[in-house]
């Protein structure tokens, strides 16, 4: 647990070293965001589970792309508050922004994540600690022939989550919920461009819990992210601010 906090005070000591570029020593990109995602989980036995996710994630009203990302993992339950998971994800990021990415590219992303749940009286609190070893498409062009390689990059994330209940019935379908986020990303590594601080995400979600196997969550979301280049020396950082739309579904296979 000691290990944790310290991991805990790691990100946000990089999240405030982040704050001391002013604004004239940041390029600022505004842009406006939808994400749709639907996720899955079936319960395999008493200890494990498969976990499957798609995000489509889009901008402008959802008229353009902004990155897709499919995520699959198998988790495991140390125990009622604590969820070990390993899994894949493969992300198709399109170029966007006023300070765009020359090309589309694609990464594959193999993690690890614990989940330690903590309540506090009735609200759900829950801290999700991640790795990731990231491999990144990158296009290099010479002589007018391009070239795909493949880089490696470590990055990790720490998530906390809180749920408080509005409206719960007693066999807790059509229940109401509010749910607060806040998630940051930190890269390390010798590969670590510019950004060492990757980005930070908060929600701000109304939670309705349809039934056991169905819970819908709707609200706020917003993302600060430092991109992985310099444009005339300085840094850019991406203020996106939209929705998310996201569907649970949650099922037993051994009923």
């Known amino acids: 647990m000691r290990m944790l906090k310290n991991w805990v005070v790691i990100m946000f000591a990089v999240v405030c070293s982040n704050n001391l570029y002013s604004q004239d020593q940041r390029i600022i990109d505004n842009n406006s965001i939808g994400w749709i995602a639907v996720t ?12 499957g996710e798609y995000q489509w994630r889009r901008l402008d009203g959802l008229q353009n792309p902004q990155q897709g990302l499919l995520r699959m993992g198998i988790s495991y339950s140390l125990r009622k508050e604590v969820n070990l998971i390993a899994g894949y994800a493969f992300a198709d990021t399109h170029p966007y922004g006023d300070y765009p990415n020359a090309n589309r590219f694609a990464e594959n992303r ?31 062009t010479l002589n007018g022939v391009t070239n795909t390689e493949w880089v490696f990059m470590n990055r990790m994330r720490y998530r906390l989550r809180t749920e408080i209940p509005v409206y719960k019935s007693s066999s807790e379908n059509n229940s109401v919920s509010i749910i607060l986020l806040d998630e940051v990303f930190v890269g390390f590594g010798k590969n670590v461009g510019a950004n060492v601080f990757d980005q930070n995400r908060m929600a701000a979600l109304l939670g309705y819990k349809v039934n056991k196997n169905i819970k819908l969550e709707a609200g706020y979301l917003g993302q600060i992210l430092q991109q992985g280049k310099l444009v005339n020396g300085k840094p850019v950082f991406q203020y996106n601010n939209g929705f998310m739309f996201t569907t649970h579904l949650s099922f037993d296979a051994m009923k």
């Open 110 to 140: 193999i993690y690890e994540q614990v989940v330690i749940k903590n309540p506090i009286g009735k609200v759900d609190v829950s801290h999700r600690f991640t790795l990731e070893q990231r491999f990144l498409e990158k296009f290099t």
């Open 40 to 51: 899955n989980t079936l319960k395999l036995n008493k200890k494990i589970a498969f976990q």
